[in-house]
């Protein structure tokens, strides 16, 4: 059995590349009054460092066609929740996998399901967490239309963390408050 590489939290928060590529990748759901994604807000204003990000998820070229965007040994990180549950984040080549005391609760690759937590229990997971940390949980996160100005809150005292260059804050916190709604 392959063994699964852990990185910590800090060292990928510490890297403005993968946070950049974590909102692209993670919130393709949402769309900026606009009609622009995350992905295209941040591919038009910002630098991506690709050759850290083909490191961090295994990519070599025919990962795609060969195994469909999954590695055997992918990197993740775990953050531990203020309930004593174990949220994980692996890191393929084409998915990214969430996982909650080791049952896989969502995904953005090939079988895409995402917004698995309500916001009560993002809140519950997350009370004492640092704010930068409770990015790796926001793209599970449903919430309803009465709960998005609480939510945009949530949002921007997270990613007020996080240099996004060019890139409109504001409409980064948009498009994953629109990505979060049921």
Known sequence: MAVKQVITSDELLANQHFVRWFLMMN?????????????????????????FIDHLTGYYEGVLEENDGYVDMPKRVIIPLDTGDEFCVEFHPGDTIYF???????????????RKLSLAQF??????????????????VKISSGEKENMTKIIQSVICNFDLQACSAEKVCACILENCLE
Request: aromatic share 8%; with cysteine.
């Open 100 to 114: 909650m005391n080791g049952n896989e609760i969502g995904c953005t690759g090939g079988h895409y399901k995402i």
């Open 27 to 51: 919130f393709p759901e949402g769309i900026s009054a606009e009609g622009c994604s995350v992905f295209e807000l941040i591919e038009e204003n910002c630098t991506l460092d690709t050759v």
């Open 123 to 140: 809140l519950m997971y997350t009370a004492h967490m640092q704010e930068c940390r409770k990015l790796f949980l926001l793209p599970m």
